[in-house]
């Protein structure tokens, strides 16, 4: 069974511009979840995402956006992009809400922002 | 709120040595605790999980981890170690019960040195 796969796995953008990743989940997983990774910071979550619906939100600005498609595919959106916002950026899935699931990682999207 | 602590940055260990990665944890409740290993350009692989039962909980790769409750432990264990085992190692907790997000410790290198 194929793993969760990132795209783009690099990106490098300049302040002010925006920014789209995409998170296809495992074949059946319903869940996808997102994380900031940062040294300074470590892992960070974003949000979660289940049935096409946004169920839990980390402590992020209103600039870090995501939804999730009916196939469960997942998009994340950073507007008006800073500096700070360079990050390696990970996307997890899992078969139903993170509850006692376990979440599986994909490989993640490096986003520099100049 | 949930936290965990990994109180060293790096561990550096003998190749063919037993190995220990430090993990505690604070929650309400019951936890549900993680660890994953992180190789370079990679995303986050799951190692093993502790639900409930067995304080014993072996995982992938020869990797173990020993639940202690009293102690609000839950320390990364590998009888051998090897040079390929050298990567970023993450803990991870959330509550047994409810939906909140995984919260990850900062993580620690480990070194396996031949």
């Known amino acids: 069974k194929a793993g969760v796969t990132q795209t783009p796995r690099y990106l490098i953008k300049t302040r002010g511009q925006q920014v789209t990743l995409s998170c296809s989940p495992i074949?059946?997983?319903?869940?996808v979840s997102w994380y900031q990774q940062t040294p300074g910071q470590g892992l960070q979550f974003l949000f979660e995402y289940f049935s096409e619906t946004q169920r839990n939100k980390g402590n992020f600005p209103g600039r870090f956006s995501g939804r999730q498609f009916s196939n469960s595919r997942s998009e994340m959106n950073v507007s008006t992009l800073e500096l700070g916002d360079s990050a390696l950026y990970l996307c997890?899935?899992?078969?139903?809400?993170?509850?006692?699931?376990?979440?599986?990682f994909g490989p993640g999207t490096r986003l520099t922002v100049l | 709120a949930q936290s965990v602590a990994q109180p060293e940055d790096q561990v550096n260990v003998a190749e063919g040595n037993p190995l220990t990665v430090k993990c505690t944890y604070s929650?309400?409740?019951?936890?549900?605790l993680f660890w994953y290993v992180q190789y370079p350009n990679r995303g986050l692989q799951f190692l093993l999980k502790?639900?409930?039962?067995?304080?014993l909980v072996k995982g992938s790769y020869g990797f173990e981890a020993e639940f202690n409750k009293s102690q609000t432990s839950f320390h990364l264990k590998k009888p051998s170690a090897l040079v390929s085992d050298s990567a970023l190692y993450f803990c991870?907790?959330?509550?047994?019960?409810?939906?909140?997000?995984?919260?990850f410790g900062k993580g620690t290198r480990l070194s396996v040195i031949a």
């Open positions: 991870a907790v959330r509550p047994y019960s409810g939906n909140t997000p995984l919260v």
């Open positions: 502790y639900i409930t039962g067995d304080n």
């Open positions: 074949s059946g997983h319903r869940s």
């Open positions: 929650v309400s409740g019951n936890p549900y």
């Open positions: 997890a899935s899992s078969w139903d809400r993170v509850g006692l699931e376990t979440q599986y």
